[in-house]
């Protein structure tokens, strides 16, 4: 059965709370949550680009959905941003 | 348990035990979710590591990782797997590409955190070789040159070991079918170049043989253009662990902390069947049905060819467990090929203590491999240093299972290898005839022992390695010096040093003691010290006290000092020196202690009489 926005989100956050284990609880992650700071002085979870191929990764092979060939990581901004991508559509 | 969920489980566990400093469990927890090979779960394991001490007891090393790409996942993964194997490492990864300007100078960044390996995780693209080339052979030889001298760079700049990864070979790198008939295409001589860097690392150099992996996970699936567009990581996140595995496995052997021997279950393990039950001819073993058995014991004979020592483990009856050894026309495996064979109805960690006895090996050398998962629980639970493989349900992938496992991995292959198990099988012979013998002076004489001494050369300097990481209850100072080290101390002026090579009426046991001593004014003080466990209870230290005192005597040195420093393992050499006359001159409050005994007052000492010496 396909996967929910809201349930990909949720995957989403566990994945960023076992990447950041001790630091980030997956509660505290909604789909608003910026990944990493698109602006100065703009609060985001800080996520490396390491740290953001990482979660493609994890995520990719935890739902065994794909980003297209063509993506840029630094175009995923929030968590909403990366499921919405990520959904089949 | 689905997948996922038994995952999270086990990292849930492994929290908890971090938590509670609970390192057993925590251990198990390592083997298991490493063996799984998942990279997010070994990533997120790496994370609760992080919060938790070093692992009791293990070696703690430090390895510098330089890639020619973007390394960091990696660097996480192997630092997990190195723990798995039993390593505390620190792995510190340097910068993409960096690998020239690093290994080159002798003040970087590399050099000064002082590793202990240095990892050169190299691709394809790094390979300087042209698209074609009209003098193939004289391409391939400077290419080969040029990654020799850069391990060269490493070992004199450091005491590291190097570790390089051979190159994995992307399909890309062909034009069409003809690639493997051109000696000058590109293809073709990157096969040389990995060739020829494998022979020329022998060994001194480490070896990865990264195409052989990304065959066996599939090239497809190795190579990710995604992952090197987004990450400048020419492989797929997925086979992560199968590199990071090898990797880790080399550096335990060439740590000593390779497993020596296989224990094998009989039924449904090297046969299908139950013999009590099925008798000789009824066992599943050869056809069609019973291949998948026939090729898993010709991998196990192969191990011991290469000196992993086999064991038998079964409950069974001991003439029923034998007779396919015996009888069956597609047993591959021998009974002579089996060093310690236990059948019988005990429970399983009983036999295991037993086979460890017997070959005087300790239980956390064994690897138990056995079909029964209840079998494999109870020895978990009850023998937590013994490694055991889950095999999988089909035969056909058992040999898979075993190959997999990291702390079976050979570094490098000495002649002793090959006759180590030949050498444990005559233990046993010999501790049978020990029981039958009325008194320990008779059973050393119808031993009819021989020993040869020589000073250490290039031949056996890899052996004398070998053992000098290897050795842990005979060994007074547990001193581990690599083999450049070791090189370094028999070549100093004064140095005293021999091997012991020992013949009994069962076996030659090849290279088997080493000791090494530094002399100072009128004294020689041991540095090293060690036998094989093999010959231990032989009396060999007697003869080996002879001919070192006897060296002395003739440097025209008087004194002659040991220490002994305790550990876990090497407590059967504690009172090696007063046995032999010493003198306590000292003892510290770790229970460290010094002796000394002097030639001129004692007088030369009389070496083993059950042992003659060769000249």
């Known amino acids: 059965m396909p996967m929910a926005p809201d349930e990909l989100v949720a995957v989403i956050a566990e994945e960023v709370e076992d990447l950041r284990f001790g630091e980030i609880l997956a509660a505290d992650i909604t789909k608003e949550t910026l990944l990493w700071s698109v602006a100065a002085h703009t609060k985001s979870l800080g996520l490396e680009s390491v740290e953001l191929f990482e979660l493609v990764y994890r995520v990719e092979a935890r739902t065994q959905l794909k980003f297209p060939e063509d993506f840029e990581l630094v175009s995923i901004t929030s968590v909403g941003d990366f499921a919405r991508r990520l959904m089949p559509s | ?615």
């Open chain 2, 1 to 615: 348990m689905p997948d996922n969920e038994m995952a999270r489980d086990l990292l849930r566990r492994a929290r908890e035990a971090v938590r509670d400093d609970a390192h057993t469990i925590l251990r198990q927890l390592v083997r298991e979710l490493v063996d799984r090979g998942d990279t997010g779960e070994i990533l997120s394991l790496g994370r609760i590591l992080e919060n938790g001490g070093p692992l009791p007891g293990a070696p703690r090393i430090r390895v510098a990782l330089i890639g020619s790409f973007t390394a960091d996942l990696l660097g996480r993964v192997l630092r997990v797997t190195l723990r798995r194997c039993g390593i505390d490492a620190v792995v510190d990864v340097h910068g993409i590409g960096q690998y020239g300007s690093q290994t080159a100078d002798p003040g970087s960044d590399l050099y000064r955190s002082d590793p202990d390996f240095v990892v050169l995780a190299v691709h394809h693209d790094e390979l300087g070789l042209p698209d074609h080339s009209t003098s193939p052979e004289k391409d391939v030889e400077a290419e080969i040159r040029r990654w020799r001298s850069l391990w060269r760079s490493i070992q004199a700049n450091s005491r590291a070991r190097v570790v390089h990864w051979l190159f994995a070979l992307p399909d890309d790198l062909v034009v069409n079918a003809l690639d493997v008939r051109l000696p000058g295409s590109r293809y073709s001589m990157a096969v040389r170049v990995n060739a020829g860097l494998a022979a020329a690392a022998g060994k001194d150099v480490l070896v990865v043989d990264c195409d052989r992996l990304a065959g066996a996970a599939g090239k497809l699936a190795w190579f990710d253009d995604r992952s090197w567009r987004l990450a400048k990581q020419p492989f797929a996140s997925d086979v992560l662990p199968l590199p990071a595995r090898e990797t880790a496995g080399l550096i335990a052997a060439d740590l000593g902390l390779a497993k020596k021997c296989l224990v094998l279950d009989l039924d449904n393990t090297l046969w299908g069947g139950v013999i009590g039950e099925a008798g000789v001819h009824g066992i599943v073993l050869g056809g069609d049905a019973g291949e998948g058995f026939v090729r898993f014991q010709r991998h196990v004979r192969a191990l011991k060819e290469r000196g992993i020592i086999l064991a038998v483990c079964s409950k069974n009856n001991p003439a029923d467990a034998k007779s396919p050894f015996q009888e069956h026309p597609d047993m591959v495996l021998r009974l002579s090929d089996i060093s310690s064979f236990s059948a019988s109805w005990d429970p399983k960690p009983e036999q295991l203590r037993r086979i460890a006895g017997h070959l005087g090996i300790g239980l956390d050398s064994l690897v138990l491999v056995d079909d029964d998962p209840v079998e494999r629980a109870q020895v978990r639970a009850l023998l937590p240093e013994v490694e055991v493989i889950d095999l999988p349900e089909s035969a056909w992938e058992y040999v898979r299972a075993v190959r997999n496992h990291p702390l079976l991995q050979q570094a490098w292959a000495t002649e002793e290898d090959a006759a180590r198990a030949d050498s444990y099988r005559a233990r046993e012979q010999a501790k049978q005839y020990e029981e039958e013998s009325d008194t320990l002076e008779d059973f050393y004489r119808g031993l009819e022992m021989s020993a040869r001494f020589a000073p250490v050369d290039a031949n056996s300097l890899p052996r004398v390695a070998q053992m000098v990481v290897k050795t842990n209850q005979f060994n007074v100072l547990s001193r581990r010096h690599s083999a450049a080290e070791l090189a370094e101390l028999v070549a100093e002026p004064g140095a005293l040093h021999f091997t012991a090579r020992l013949r009994d009426r069962f076996t030659d046991h090849g290279l088997v003691g080493f000791l090494l001593a530094r002399t100072d004014g009128d004294t020689a003080e041991m540095d090293s010290w060690l036998l094989s466990c093999r010959v231990i209870g032989r009396d060999l230290e007697r003869s080996m006290f002879g001919v070192f005192a006897r060296q002395a005597a003739a440097a025209g040195l008087r004194r002659l000092v040991g220490e002994y420093f305790p550990t876990q393992k090497n407590h059967l050499v504690a009172d090696l020196y007063p046995r032999l006359g010493f003198t306590l001159v000292r003892e510290a409050p770790d229970g460290a202690t010094r002796w000394q005994y002097d030639l001129v007052q004692q007088g030369l000492p009389e070496p083993s009489p059950f042992i003659k010496e060769e000249s």
